[in-house]
């Protein structure tokens, strides 16, 4: 694709607002926004001098001229996004969590494929350069192999139970929203995905999955531990335990540094990579080298549906079914 990547945002929240000013990053602009609210849409384009805003948000995907749509609306709408963009010849990019089910991502999977066209998950553990550093290491087996992750990640969010971190109906819940980060940075430093699969998990008084503790083990004797809670602070951290050293991130979804630690010495190595705030000129950059390029490695999907399918998994033995979810 010789010509310009034409970017349509639905939504205009804070990913949409990142993702403007990402496009302009790289000295573009996004072409068009669309919204619920209308209002909303007029105001988010001239912010970022956007030359196109839609009356409904069905226009947006009849538009000839879009050639890829960034979906940064609520999980439980992705899929009917999707399909709406695929049916009409858009690339599409999603963010976490990309579906709520392996149905609904292999359904969406399918359709791709008969369009020719490419999904990506706006998954910033995919895109950030300190964890393309530290796969290349951990494959050269730098520091050994790989035996134990650890992750945490806790959010104090307040009892409200009409916002969407504790609404069924906006799809809450500390697993597609937080824990989609800890699966998915477990899974890529795992040389294979896990088979085995055990959990605990608390629900919230409207029985969205508050907490969850969750173990993962695979063929290779590569474990991990998650602690997952919606309404009680941990740090976002995430420890890779190798046979030479371990490497510590903080603030992992967006790391971009790693502290790592000499098994025998103790002796502390700090690198950097990147930057915290640039998660998704990264993310984009990937999106638009698959799209000019077919080359799609850098999306890391096959990841996307494993750590989907965990996920799956999950709340269906917890027993925890949005309202009219098919899985």
């Given at each position: 694709m010789n010509k310009e990547i034409k970017w349509a945002v639905l939504g205009t929240g804070v990913i949409a607002n990142e993702m403007a000013t990402a496009l302009q990053k790289m000295g573009k602009k996004l072409y068009s926004v669309g919204n619920r609210t209308h209002?909303?849409?007029?105001?988010?384009?001239?912010?970022?001098?956007?030359?196109?805003?839609?009356?409904?948000?069905?226009?947006?995907?009849?538009?000839d001229e879009v050639d890829?749509?960034?979906?940064?609306?609520?999980?439980n709408t992705h899929y009917e996004f999707m399909k709406k963009a695929l049916t009409n010849g858009k690339?599409?990019?999603?963010e976490k969590s990309i579906t709520l089910n392996s149905r609904e991502l292999d359904e969406m999977s399918e359709l791709a494929k008969k369009n020719n066209l490419i999904i990506g998950e706006a998954m910033t553990i995919w895109h950030m350069p300190i964890y393309k550093k530290l796969w290349e290491d951990v494959k050269n087996e730098k520091y050994g192999k790989v035996q134990m992750i650890t992750v945490n990640f806790g959010s104090f969010k307040e009892y409200n139970m009409e916002n969407r971190f504790?609404?069924?109906?906006?799809?809450?819940?500390?697993?597609?929203?937080?824990?989609?980060?800890a699966i998915s940075v477990v899974r890529s430093f795992m040389d294979e995905k896990p088979d085995e699969v055990v959990s605990q998990w608390m629900p919230s008084p409207t029985g969205s999955d508050e907490?969850?503790?969750?173990?993962?083990?695979?063929?290779?004797?590569?474990?991990?531990?998650?602690?997952?809670?919606?309404?009680?602070?941990?740090?976002?951290?995430?420890?890779?335990?190798?046979?030479?050293?371990?490497?510590?991130?903080?603030?992992?979804?967006?790391?971009?540094?790693?502290?790592?630690?000499?098994?025998?010495?103790?002796?502390?190595?700090?690198?950097?990579?990147?930057?915290?705030?640039?998660?998704?000129?990264?993310?984009?950059?990937?999106?638009?080298y698959a799209i000019e390029t077919g080359d799609t490695t850098g999306l890391l999907f096959e990841y996307t549906k494993d750590v989907m399918d965990i996920m799956t998994k999950l709340r269906k033995e917890w027993n925890m079914r949005y309202p009219k979810e098919v899985w």
């Open positions: 209002e909303k849409a007029v105001d988010f384009a001239k912010k970022y001098g956007v030359e196109k805003v839609y009356d409904t948000i069905e226009d947006l995907f009849l538009d890829v749509v960034y979906l940064t609306t609520p999980h690339h599409v990019f999603v504790f609404n069924m109906n906006l799809a809450g819940g500390a697993l597609l929203d937080i824990g989609v980060y907490r969850a503790t969750i173990l993962l083990k695979n063929k290779k004797n590569q474990m991990a531990t998650i602690a997952l809670a919606m309404h009680s602070k941990q740090p976002k951290r995430t420890v890779i335990s190798m046979e030479k050293a371990y490497v510590e991130l903080m603030e992992f979804p967006r790391a971009h540094e790693a502290v790592i630690v000499d098994a025998e010495t103790g002796e502390k190595e700090i690198i950097t990579e990147g930057r915290f705030e640039d998660a998704l000129f990264y993310e984009m950059q990937d999106m638009e």
